[in-house]
């Protein structure tokens, strides 16, 4: 079992930066795969960032390519969304997910914990 609490999530100004943050309990954080999403209001979840067990590996959705960085440190069992040039297009509750293999996937169902969501909200 691995509870992933995030937190960071706020209110930003277009152009603006947030980083999120994503904790998790148990002792075998650096097994699992990470991944972002986010739910936008009326629209289904979609796929933000991943990275591999090891954080060799990182992907990204087109959307926020050079601009959303995701990392991880291990030791802290941590994962990172580092989000720059926001934009209103931006705005939903993100989650963060871990799945018990070393590589990643884009796809949601793929994920066998998730997070509560935190809200991030761009103005413009």
């Known amino acids: 079992q691995v509870q992933l609490v995030e937190s960071g999530g706020g209110l930003v100004q277009a152009g603006g930066s947030l980083r999120l943050s994503c904790g998790a309990s148990?002792?075998?954080?650096?097994?699992?795969?990470m991944a972002w999403f986010r739910q936008a209001p009326g629209k289904e979840r979609e796929f933000v960032s991943a990275?591999?067990?090891?954080?060799?590996?990182?992907s990204n959705a087109d959307s926020v390519k050079g601009r959303f960085t995701i990392s991880r440190d291990n030791a802290k069992n941590t994962v990172y969304l580092q989000m720059n040039s926001l934009k209103p297009e931006d705005t939903a509750v993100y989650y963060c997910?871990?799945?018990?293999?070393?590589?990643?996937?884009?796809?949601?169902?793929?994920?066998?914990?998730w997070g509560q969501g935190t809200q991030v909200t761009v103005s413009s």
């Open positions: 997910a871990a799945r018990p293999y070393t590589g990643t996937t884009t796809t949601a169902s793929a994920y066998s914990y």
């Open positions: 148990g002792r075998t954080f650096s097994s699992y795969a």
């Open positions: 990275i591999t067990s090891s954080g060799g590996v990182t």
